[in-house]
């Protein structure tokens, strides 16, 4: 049966209102009717085809929550009625050493909940833009927030288990200090998370204006990156450095701010390189540069009962379907504090 969606055709054109398929629950499929998905800056980038690979129609979305409407003869782990998320993820090979792992964002075969090659119509998946969406229960996530918290919980599936899975990786707690550039999409929940495990957060940020937001979101300090001084006096003092900054940028700044044998984690997608950092920034004190791509679906599930347990949400903006293609633009120009979610009721409306 055609279901609505939002997607484009090509990526020099607009979003726009179209149908599309879903295929029948089959043996261990879930069948989710979505009511919010958050609105992802790699949404953007795939479907204008900044990022190489786009198939079209292109439907974006990859933070979807939503009701479970119908399930599979051999599904144990849900049924109708109850609450689930669905975050980047939608299959993999289940069977390699990642998989095993609860690793499945490592997968080589590893599909993503659009514009990966797939089975279903047509022929690649298409996302969360669109009132259904059907997944095998292994990648169903169960969502534990009161209902009106919903839409805001939405934006965790990308942004909360992107920036959860580098400080839960490097094992982030009381008596650490943890460094979060950027107060965005990917930033602003990295602040929170930082904060809900107990370290000791400071915050970078190119704009003084973001001082008492940042305060507001749990940093203990905030640092202007552009104020020489500011950062020179955290020099050798972080054990870890969250770098979500999607844009290409000088990481030897950053770099110097890091204690011995500290990390800086990339997990912003530049469309182009960072500049090469200086090795010696690196070797003279075995610092560390890494980078984490989302996390696996145990991992997913654990990040989502930590913030159920906490009250941690996305700091959100509801849009309606016919106001994608503005909140896009707006997200280009930093207009967002700090995630769009679309509301997947007005999709029909």
């Not at 975050?87 to 514009?115: F, K, P, R, W």
């Not at 159920?308 to 504090?337: H, P, S």
């Amino acid at each position: 049966m055609p279901i609505h969606a939002y997607g484009a055709y090509s990526g020099t054109q607009p979003l726009e209102p179209m149908q599309i398929t879903r295929r029948t629950p089959g043996a261990h499929d879930v069948q989710i009717d979505i009511l919010f998905c958050g609105i992802c800056h790699s949404d953007l980038h795939q479907v204008r085809s900044e990022w190489a690979g786009t198939r079209f129609p292109c439907v974006p979305g990859h933070e979807i929550v939503g009701r479970v409407s119908a399930v599979g003869p051999q599904v144990s782990r849900y049924q109708v009625g109850d609450l689930v998320g669905v975050g980047c993820i939608v299959d993999s090979c289940q069977h390699c050493e990642d998989c095993e792992a609860g690793l499945e964002n490592y997968c080589n075969d590893m599909v993503g909940t659009y514009n990966s090659l797939s089975e279903d119509e047509p022929g690649w998946t298409l996302g969360g833009y669109s009132q259904q969406v059907v997944v095998h229960e292994r990648y169903v996530l169960r969502i534990r927030h009161p209902e009106d918290q919903l839409a805001a919980v939405a934006p965790l599936l990308c942004a909360g288990i992107t920036t959860y899975s580098p400080l839960r990786h490097w094992k982030v707690g009381p008596g650490q200090k943890v460094g979060v550039v950027g107060i965005g999409g990917l930033g602003h929940m990295g602040i929170k998370l930082a904060h809900a495990m107990g370290a000791h957060v400071v915050a970078f940020t190119t704009s003084e204006s973001k001082h008492e937001a940042a305060k507001q979101l749990g940093a203990d300090e905030v640092v202007v990156s552009r104020n020489a001084d500011e950062m020179a006096a955290h020099a050798l003092s972080f054990d870890l450095i969250l770098n979500t900054v999607a844009a290409s940028h000088d990481l030897d700044a950053f770099l110097v701010l890091l204690k011995r044998d500290g990390v800086m984690c990339l997990v912003g997608a530049p469309a182009t390189p960072h500049p090469a950092p200086n090795v010696f920034n690196l070797i003279m004190k075995r610092r560390s540069i890494a980078g984490t791509l989302i996390g696996g679906i145990p991992e997913t599930q654990e990040m989502l009962d930590f913030c159920a347990e906490r009250g941690i949400v996305a700091d959100i903006e509801m849009v309606r379907a016919e106001q994608i293609n503005e909140a896009y633009e707006r997200m280009l120009r930093g207009d967002v504090k700090y995630r769009f979610v679309i509301d997947i009721g007005t999709l029909a409306g």
